[in-house]
C-alpha cells in the first residue's frame, strides 16, 4: 500500500505562483510513474502533468509553458511548479501513482492505483 500526501496549495492572486508537493510512502518510488490531476467544482477530474519512472513527462495543453513537474527519488517526492496562474486553474489538485505507466497513457486516471487526499488551489483577485 502506498500513501500519497500533498502539500503546497492554497490561495493566489492570477499571474502567481505556486509548488505543489506530494510525498509518498512507496518503499520503491523509482518504479512509479507520478501524476497530477484537478478536479474544479461540478466537472470532472481531468489530466494535469505526468512523470514517468524513467522520466519522460506529459502535460495537458492547458498548461504547457505554464506548469512543470519533477520528482526527487531519494525524498520520495513530486513537485509541480506552477506559474502564471489563471482562474481557470482553480480546483482541487491530486497526486497519483502508477506502476511504470508509460507517457502515452499517462493521462488516464483508471491507471493509477494510489490517489492523495488532495489540495485545494484557488486563483482569485
Known amino acids: 500500500q502506498v500513501q500519497l500526501v500533498e502539500s503546497g496549495g492554497g490561495p493566489v492572486q492570477p499571474g502567481g505562483s505556486l509548488r505543489l508537493s506530494c510525498t509518498a510512502s512507496a518503499r520503491t518510488f523509482s518504479v512509479y510513474t507520478m501524476a497530477w490531476f484537478r478536479q474544479a467544482p461540478g466537472k470532472e477530474r481531468e489530466f494535469v502533468s505526468a512523470i514517468s519512472w524513467i522520466g519522460g513527462r506529459a502535460d495537458a495543453d492547458s498548461v504547457k509553458g505554464r506548469f512543470a513537474i519533477s520528482r526527487d527519488n531519494d525524498r520520495k517526492t513530486v513537485y509541480l511548479q506552477m506559474n502564471n496562474l489563471k482562474p481557470e486553474d482553480t480546483a482541487v489538485y491530486y497526486c497519483?501513482?502508477?506502476?511504470?505507466?508509460?507517457?502515452?497513457?499517462?493521462?488516464?486516471?483508471?491507471?493509477?492505483?494510489?490517489w492523495g487526499q488532495g489540495t485545494q488551489v484557488t486563483v482569485s483577485s
Open positions: 497519483a501513482a502508477g506502476d511504470r505507466i508509460t507517457t502515452g497513457q499517462a493521462m488516464n486516471p483508471p491507471k493509477y492505483a494510489y
